[in-house]
């Protein structure tokens, strides 16, 4: 079945670093990908919609400047959190959906755990 | 607007079945998904069904879907310890269009 693919799974790191998050889509193509942000016993909260070739959208709240989003290729999305502070310290989740295909859901990546120090 | 609703909690002794309910209240959802996280993991999608089916059976589990009353429900037979977990229903209207995800079910299963 279709896979995708987060790395790294864990970033432990000093403030004021930046942090980037791959997502890959492996077996399959994904012109949209959708990166999602997860606080400890709680739901997930879409962050913005990564379009492959264009800019992402993003979700009200969420600063564009803070998280870049870049989706160069069919397989390929990367957020990356500029200059990191505790307070973005979460649970990050990618999912990229098949677009061959008008029917097909969304995978999940495993995630990454970023806690900044 | 959008909106999920699940039981935050569901407690079931191994052997049972475990029914997890959500409540959607877009109509226009045209597909509806159950997921599972383990902790510290990512997203496992479950199984999911299109608004036209009422039913759909994959080995342990049962997706029920009554549109009318926009109420879904996942249901696992025999459930087992390996199965605690959270348990989340999410909607979509399909297309490139992100998923609205409920707050989850923690599923505990008492050995």
Known sequence: GAVV????????????????????????????????????????????????????????????????????????????????????????????????????????????????? | GEDVEQSLFLSVREGDSSVINCTYTDSSSTYLYWYKQEPGAGLQLLTYIFSNMDMKQDQRLTVLLNKKDKHLSLRIADTQTGDSAIYFCAESIGGNTPLVFGKGTRLSVIA
């Open chain 1, 5 to 117: 693919s987060q790395h790294p799974s864990r970033v432990i790191c000093k403030s004021g670093t930046s942090v980037k998050i791959e997502c890959r889509s492996l077996d399959f193509q994904a012109t949209t990908m959708f990166w999602y942000r997860q606080f400890p016993k709680q739901s997930l909260m879409l962050m913005a919609t990564s379009n492959e070739g264009s800019k992402a959208t993003y979700e009200q709240g969420v600063e564009k400047d803070k998280f870049l989003i870049n989706h160069a290729s069919l397989t390929l999305s990367t957020l990356t959190v500029t200059s990191a502070h505790p307070e973005d310290s979460s649970f990050y989740i990618c999912s990229a959906r098949q677009t061959t295909y008008s029917n097909q859901p969304q995978h999940f990546g495993d995630g990454t755990r970023l806690s900044i120090l």
